[in-house]
């Protein structure tokens, strides 16, 4: 979250054991649906030397850039290898003070960064876009609110981490973390989209409920979408990842345990390494206990994959009233409703 104190409260050292998850997952909603997956988790041996929470990461050539929030500039940027050597860059606003909470994506202008940017006077803080003036998006241009409804007071908790989405469509969804009553597990997320990555409206509904925070969006295909996030620090114990599928980026499946609670692990970002390969390398905050020693978050990565198990990939209705089967390659969906189509790249078998 902008404030770190809020969300962010981590948890002890990551292992190195790699966890293979599978479950049957159910889509809270009108439209329940379940998919069988088969996930693996394992974190990278190598040590970034970064510290910070909210990593967004952006892959650029054959390396990494990395913008991470909770420094005394606000955000700070690394560029690292695949070995893990990371070198750090200037990043410049274009004023308004230090931002935080960095996510990007193609807008149909350009590439617009989203962020979260406090104003001390007004005693708000709230979600902004800004123009990249440099390809690298090393530099922003001024800011502009993305929304009123991004817009909360500096003492709200449990609030913020966007994740800029470009759907298929070529729209922008931003998912926010909201809290909209106090208690335990207070965190919903919510979703806002725009036509031109400027302007954007809430959607109706919500995401995903019941404590989950701190989304990205791994995959965002028609009829195949895939999301990981992590539970909120009010839950009860340590922090973990978790990981979710939807057909659609409005209706979600539960979110399936990734990591186990041994350690705490929050704030994801990634890409998939190559496009269908369903390997994805994440980079999370971790810290060695909870609350953290002066909020010295360090940031860490993984490997998230499909466990060579996995004969279903992706989300499948409940109870339709016809069930195909779709083929790409190794991997097989089955898909249900009272009209289902395979997704695109799949074939019926």
Avoid at 115 to 124: E, Q
Wanted: proline share 5%; charged share 15%.
């Amino acid at each position: 979250m902008s404030t770190l104190a809020d969300v962010h409260r981590a948890v002890a050292r990551l292992s190195g054991a790699a966890l293979a998850i599978a479950a049957l997952t159910t889509v809270a909603g009108a439209a329940p649906a379940g998919a069988v997956v088969s996930w693996k988790f394992a974190e990278d041996a190598v040590s970034l030397g970064m510290e910070g929470v909210s990593p967004h990461v952006e892959r650029v050539g054959t390396t990494d850039r990395v913008w991470r929030a909770g420094t005394a500039a606000g955000t700070a940027v690394s560029v690292c290898t695949d070995a893990g050597a990371c070198t750090a860059e200037t990043f410049t606003t274009g004023g308004g003070g230090p931002v935080s909470d960095f996510t990007m994506a193609q807008a149909p202008s350009g590439m617009r960064a989203y962020f979260v940017l406090v104003s001390p006077s007004a005693g708000t803080k709230a979600v902004y876009s800004a123009a990249c003036a440099t390809a690298e998006c090393l530099a922003i241009g001024a800011a502009t609110l993305a929304s009123s409804g991004m817009q909360v007071s500096t003492n709200a908790k449990a609030w913020g981490v966007p994740d800029a989405v470009r759907l298929p469509d070529g729209r922008i969804r931003i998912y926010i973390v909201e809290s909209p009553a106090d208690g335990a597990c207070p965190e919903k997320v919510a979703s806002y989209i725009s036509s031109d990555g400027i302007a954007f409206t809430k959607e109706s509904g919500w995401r995903l409920e019941g404590g989950y925070v701190d989304t990205e969006v791994l995959r965002a295909k028609d009829g195949e979408w895939v999301m990981i996030t992590a539970n909120g620090p009010g839950c009860g114990g340590l922090q973990r990842l978790f990981v979710s599928t939807s057909n659609d980026g409005l209706t979600w499946a539960t979110p399936v345990a990734l990591t186990s609670s041994d350690t705490g692990r929050m704030d994801p970002t990634g890409y998939e390494t190559s496009a269908g390969s369903n390997v994805f390398r994440i980079y999370y905050a971790s810290c060695s206990s909870n609350p953290c020693p002066n909020e010295s978050y360090a940031v860490k990565r993984g490997t998230l994959s499909v466990a060579p198990t996995a004969g279903e990939v992706g989300v499948t209705s409940k109870g339709g009233k016809t069930t195909i089967t779709c083929v790409k390659g190794k991997i097989t969906r089955k898909v249900s409703g009272t009209a289902p189509k395979c997704p695109k790249g799949y074939t019926k078998k």
